[in-house]
């Protein structure tokens, strides 16, 4: 009876702790988040901002906050800050939704969602560059005290379609905090601006930061769609220029080649000599002393020529992968 009556005592208490962890859940109600904004800070940047409910009933739970990213790509996210930070591109236009969410080990208690969008910007969509391709090179620089190398940016694109004659087009990018726009262009024969050159920038080759670049126009005939894209740099192996150690094994490696051949030449010119003038066997006494001579010239045909080839591959320069939020 001691027993049975111990058990019991148990599982009293075990339902008694259950219901108490059910019981927050059951009361209380999620309201969503209020003055939910969405704010461009940057190219390819916005920061999504919202504030705690104030008629949210205030208990001893944590609240987090659900976000979930329409357009232009579906994604979603929990936080327990009330702002976040997405890099994507803009020009197809933006929308984002936030919620507040109360988990725990039973259950999961959500409010409605807050919704906010930034819409397209203005322009026929034909008016916008297509094919925009950006290329870095990376080469030494001796003369910088912040970092032994500079990169340089290189980026074409067709005119848009539907872009009247008197479109000009300008070209932005963004590495991390640093803006910079265009300052040298090549232009097609009307004059539109078709391929920007930056010979010096401030983009790490070894960063994991997004490249976000942006093409706009304008024309006195129409409005200009602009169009960005982001571009991944670390998914690249760019046109990097050797530091000058390495430089130094590929020329050893390639004089070891180089002398590796001549030899082999040597040999093979020796050999046909011998071919072309074979010496002359001297008067044998005995028929021992021929056949000792016939074996070695049978010997001596039987050789294996041996040839070296060496090639050395020189760098070439790689696109960069862009990538879509």
């Not at 994507?88 to 807050?114: C, E, M, P, Y």
Request: contains cysteine; charged residues 20%.
């Amino acid at each position: 009876m001691i027993i049975v009556a111990h058990v019991l005592l148990i599982l009293l208490g075990a339902t008694e702790i259950l219901q108490a962890d059910l019981l927050p859940d059951e009361k209380i109600s999620l309201l969503p988040p209020v003055n939910f904004t969405i704010k461009v800070t940057g190219l390819a940047q916005v920061l999504l901002q919202w504030k705690p409910n104030p008629d949210q009933e205030q208990r001893n739970v944590n609240l987090e906050y659900q976000v979930k990213i329409n357009a232009p790509k579906e994604d979603d996210y929990e936080t327990r800050i009330t702002e976040s930070k997405c890099v994507t591109i803009l020009h197809k236009g933006f929308s984002a939704s936030v919620r507040t969410i109360l988990q725990n080990d039973h259950s999961l208690l959500a409010s409605s969602w807050a919704s906010a969008e930034l819409h397209a910007p203005p322009g026929s969509p034909g008016t916008s560059i297509v094919n925009l391709t950006c290329t870095t090179n990376t080469t030494e620089d001796n003369y910088s005290r912040l970092r032994s190398y500079q990169v340089s940016l290189h980026c074409t694109w067709l005119v848009g379609t539907d872009a009247p004659e008197d479109t000009q087009y300008f070209l932005y990018y963004r590495y991390g905090s640093w803006t910079e726009e265009c300052q040298e262009y090549s232009k097609d024969t009307l004059g539109r601006n078709i391929a920007c050159w930056f010979p010096r920038t401030f983009i790490l080759s070894k960063g994991r930061d997004w490249l976000a670049v942006l093409v706009n126009g304008s024309s006195k005939h129409s409005a200009i769609r602009p169009f960005d894209q982001l571009f991944a740099l670390h998914a690249i192996g760019n046109d990097e220029h050797k530091p000058l150690r390495e430089w130094f094994v590929i020329v050893i490696m390639a004089t070891i080649c180089f002398i590796l051949l001549i030899l082999s030449l040597i040999c093979k010119i020796c050999h046909l000599w011998i071919k072309l003038f074979p010496p002359i066997p001297a008067p044998k006494s005995n028929i021992k002393d021929l056949f000792v001579t016939t074996n070695y010239e049978k010997a001596g045909s039987s050789e294996t020529e041996i040839e070296v080839i060496c090639y050395i591959e020189k760098p070439g320069v790689e696109t960069l992968e862009d990538s879509v939020f």
